[in-house]
């Protein structure tokens, strides 16, 4: 177990985050500036967006190699969820202070993206637990299927590097990435599915391989909306904050 779990710290510390958590400064961040609050709360978020974008690789990893051992994406999947409890109970202290009109709003989105984030951690676990049971029941995806969710898998990596950017710099330009960088993993992801599906009529087609693909397929869509959404939480925002000033 000891062993596995020095592997963990090895290859899955997440892209961007710093040795102090940014969860610690929510525990010492004076609660009588929201505002000021509110700021640290965001460095929390684009922590939690990495880990993220780090259990998807994680997931990608799993797919691509059979020795892979499953405890890391249970790990993963822990540490998103503790994210979201901390965070969520800090805000919840944060709500009990007087609050600016903007700042509750503020307040509001924040707690949707973080909403967002633990899902799509969710999402990548769901997916590595797809291949874990393949493997258990001792299934394998062809190579084309195989190959296919691993391109998907780019696509939604590339998706999620947007995406944190975008968590760390709230800058209109980003959310125009994040938006067509979805649109594109979307369309070729509607795309796979509409050929995949049509082939469920043709007897060379295995069903349960099938279906365990188009399972993760749908999945990974899933976690494409979900930075979607989150984009025009953040659009949404830097509307408010214009009109305010």
Avoid: W
Wanted: charged content about 30%; overall charge positive.
């Amino acid at each position: 177990f000891t062993h596995s779990l020095s592997r963990l710290t090895l290859f899955f510390i997440p892209e961007n985050v710093s040795e102090k958590s940014a969860l610690s400064y929510l525990e010492n961040t004076s609660l009588e500036n929201a505002s000021v609050a509110l700021d640290q709360v965001d460095l929390a978020i684009v922590e939690m967006g990495n880990l993220v974008k780090s259990s998807l690789k994680l997931t990608h990893r799993y797919l691509l190699e059979k020795q892979t051992d499953f405890l890391p994406n249970k790990f993963m999947e822990d540490t998103i969820d503790g994210h979201q409890v901390k965070i969520i109970d800090y805000l919840n202290d944060v709500l009990q202070t007087r609050l600016r009109k903007q700042d509750a709003e503020r307040l509001s989105q924040a707690v949707n993206i973080v909403n967002s984030l633990e899902k799509m951690g969710d999402f990548t676990f769901r997916i590595a637990k797809i291949f874990n049971r393949m493997r258990t029941e001792k299934k394998y995806l062809p190579l084309e299927q195989k190959r296919t969710l691993s391109r998907m898998c780019l696509e939604c990596e590339s998706l999620a590097t947007a995406g944190n950017r975008l968590l760390h710099s709230r800058d209109g330009k980003d959310v125009s990435e994040v938006l067509n960088s979805f649109s594109a993993a979307h369309g070729n992801m509607r795309r796979v599915r509409q050929s995949y599906e049509k082939r469920y009529k043709t007897v060379l087609f295995d069903v349960v391989s099938g279906n365990y693909f188009l399972n993760a397929l749908g999945i990974l869509d899933d976690f494409a909306k979900k930075y979607r959404n989150i984009a025009y939480i953040i659009e949404k925002r830097r509307g408010v904050e214009t009109d305010e000033y």
